[in-house]
């Protein structure tokens, strides 16, 4: 079965979620992941955090949740904050989903929540490509979202090639557990 025949199946049971850790799809990209540093990954999430958070922005100019979530993960990140704090704040962020309808943006919502917390553990890397993935379904129905999922996979492992190589450039610090 192909991803959109998976996630076809999806859409008719209702699911909101179209894409899992089981997907066929996405299992390149958790191999990929997993054979990351903690440090690229968080680069990685961060970038990708930020560019949902702008596209919200523009629908959401006085949200700040996912904002202060990303801001919360990147503390964390260099030690400046405990992870309790900035737990909360990615809490925050996934609470926000609750209080909105447009299913792409609610999407968007849990994927910077699962973006920042990378910090915690890599593993939740996973998590932003199942639900921006989700989005861009939403975003253009599964009719016409084919080119738009590919390109944007393929932007997630150019991304981790550019992080790789632009880790020695980045110009704060890691926080012990960052080094591990």
């Known amino acids: 079965m192909n ?16 894409f899992s850790k ?9 191999i990929l992941f997993e054979a990351q540093s903690h ?18 922005e523009e629908k959401y100019p006085e ?5 202060e979530a990303l801001e919360a993960a990147k503390n964390w990140t260099s030690g400046k904050i405990k992870m ?30 699962q973006a920042c917390a990378v910090v915690h553990t890599a593993g939740h890397a996973i998590g932003y490509p199942i639900y921006d993935l989700t989005a861009i379904i939403y975003k253009y129905g599964i009719e016409n979202c084919k080119d738009a999922v590919e390109k944007r996979k393929q932007e997630y492992i150019e991304k981790i090639t550019y992080c790789n190589e632009h880790l020695c450039d980045y110009q704060d610090t890691w926080a012990d557990f960052m080094l591990k």
């Open 3 to 18: 991803w959109i025949d998976e996630v076809s199946v999806k859409l008719k049971k209702k699911n909101q979620v179209l």
């Open 22 to 30: 089981n997907s066929e799809y996405i299992q390149d990209l958790i």
């Open 39 to 56: 440090q690229v990954m968080a680069l990685w999430a961060f970038d990708f955090a930020s560019e949902s958070i702008a596209k919200l």
């Open 63 to 67: 949200e700040k949740r996912p904002r």
């Open 84 to 113: 309790r704090l900035a737990q909360r704040k990615i809490l925050d962020c996934h609470a926000f989903a609750k209080e909105i309808d447009n299913k792409e943006d609610i999407a968007i919502c849990h994927s910077i929540g």
